[in-house]
């Protein structure tokens, strides 16, 4: 039998709510579908972060190394700013373990009620590239607190770095509808993002059958709203990625239901598979979370795993969950808590 080893980092506030009931949920497609998942847990947090000065113990990287997958639910914490938990945790994870293809998937589900009032049949893919680019350490002040103070901060774009995201979003376009989409703002931003045009044209090369299209990210982001339904893969940057990839589940119906995966397609190295969301303090402790983004993500996992058959399986049950919709958490309108939603889930996949 097949077995996989998956390092659990629940985190903090709603990850530690979402995270067990994705275990429960998978432990069951595991046995429907015949393999096995053993699970090893750290408490990194920012709760962790508050008991020791550090989001992880120092040797934390290495303990995750020897995983097949890192499943994560969030991070934060209020009183702890946003740059410990990515620059201590997220970071370090993405960037030590080549993580470079940050993927997520934008879907709207029927019975999910789009902001929209014409949605149409969205269904596509962000690429962002999540190792290098705009988000570097690179950069600092001069002049400081004199009338000439000087900031500057480093973009850092490598051929590697981004002909291999390139590559990565050309073979998923290509096993789907054949349409990549290129965010750019090369009239802007005249160094890097020209080089990313190039590259994009470049890898293009190798996939005659992909059809190409290129936006400046300012009228792009204004395309996910007026017609999201056209993209079918979407490559961008770091930092437009980021953006992108907050805008997308907000077309789809909210964060609750918008998973995300890290990943090292070469799988020499473990891959972290984490919802969009974050660790929403606001509901926290309260058993209403959408445990759907996390229960996503974790079919993500098994995809990268090649359990394709129980991947699927779970994605069906989401599916038959939200058009039914009888058992939604209070984000989709309905009454149903945490571990209610997961019931029902669990439900689904057992008659299959
Ligand atoms: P963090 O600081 O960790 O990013 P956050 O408060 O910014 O946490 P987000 O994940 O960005 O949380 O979410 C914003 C809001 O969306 C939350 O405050 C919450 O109300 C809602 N939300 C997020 N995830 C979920 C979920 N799984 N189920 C229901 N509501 C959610
Ligand atoms: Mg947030």
Redesign the pocket.
Known sequence: MKKYEVAVIPG???GKE?VPESIRLLNTVAVQCGFEISYKHYDYSCEYYKNHGKMMDDDGLKKLRDSDGIFLG???YPGVP?HVSLWGLLVPIRRTFQQYVNLRPVKLLKGVDSPLKNPGNIDFYIVRENNEGEYSSIGGRLNEGTEHELVVQESIFTKRGVDRVMKYAYELANKRNKKLTSATKSNGIIHTMPYWDERFKAIGKLYPDVVQSQFHIDILTAHFVTRPHEFDVVVASNLFGDILSDLGPAVIG???IAPGANLNPEKEFPSMFE?V???????AGKN???PI?SVWTAAMMLTHFGEYEAAALVENAIEQLTAEGNVL?P?LGGNASTVEVTDALIQNIITK
């Open positions: 903090d506030g709603i979402v969030a991070v934060g946003d909210g964060m609750g919802p969301h974050g660790s929403a303090p606001d509901i209403v979370a959408n983004a958490t984000d």
